[in-house]
Structure formats: structure tokens, C-alpha cells
């Protein structure tokens, strides 16, 4: 099987920045996508984020131009740089990744969440 744990949320102000990791392990023999949602009290959880394995990243209208979403491929693990915070991006993030198994098999795994929270 395959853990994703995420790092990096807390509480900063409005304008600040944080960076969010989240680290894959388990029996992984390739992963393809990776993927940062996001879920505030009483909405659906909402793509923020894609990236390709071989780096190309697509944004939500919402963050582009203030998020970066990379990858380091060698250590299966995906970052979520995200600067001039607004109050209207606090929420629980998730990553997410498409895994190709040693099995051969493919699945979509989900990290357990972190806690971003932007003060105004």
C-alpha cells in the first residue's frame, strides 16, 4: 500500500506565505499525477492544483499567479508554494497522487489533510 503525509499548513496572516509537502512512501514503482485539493467548513472539496510527472501544472482560476505546485520525482514527494494568502484560502488541504504499484496495479491515493488558516 501507499501513505501520503502532508506538512507545512498552520496559521499565518493575510499576505504571508507557507509551502506544503506532502511525502509519498509505501510499494510505489512510479507515480504519475500528483494533485493539492482543498476543503473549507460546508463547501466540496476543490481541485487547487495538478502536476504532471514530468513537471506541467495546471491551476484553479482562484490561486493562479499566487500558488506553485513541483515535484521531486526522485523522492515522491509534491510541494504546494503558496504566497499572498487571503483569508478566502483557509482550509483543510489534501494531496493526492495516481500511483503505479510494484503490482503493476494502479490507484489514486489521498493524503490525511493539513490545516491552513488565514488570518485577516
Known amino acids: 500500500q501507499v501513505q501520503l503525509v502532508e506538512s507545512g499548513g498552520g496559521l499565518v496572516q493575510a499576505g504571508g506565505s507557507l509551502r506544503l509537502s506532502c511525502a509519498a512512501s509505501?510499494?510505489?514503482?512510479?507515480?504519475?499525477?500528483m494533485r493539492w485539493y482543498r476543503q473549507a467548513p460546508g463547501n466540496q472539496r476543490e481541485l487547487v492544483a495538478v502536476?504532471?510527472?514530468?513537471?506541467?501544472?495546471t491551476y484553479a482560476d482562484s490561486v493562479k499567479g499566487r500558488f506553485t505546485i513541483s515535484r521531486d520525482n526522485a523522492k515522491n514527494t509534491v510541494y504546494l508554494q503558496m504566497n499572498s494568502l487571503k483569508p478566502e484560502d483557509t482550509a483543510v488541504y489534501y494531496c493526492?497522487?495516481?500511483?503505479?504499484?510494484?503490482?503493476?496495479?494502479?490507484?489514486?491515493?489521498w493524503g490525511q489533510g493539513t490545516q491552513v488558516t488565514v488570518s485577516s
Open positions: 493526492n497522487a495516481d500511483v503505479l504499484l510494484l503490482t503493476w496495479s494502479v490507484d489514486t491515493y
Open positions: 509505501g510499494s510505489i514503482f512510479r507515480i504519475n499525477a
Open positions: 502536476i504532471a510527472r514530468d513537471g506541467t501544472a
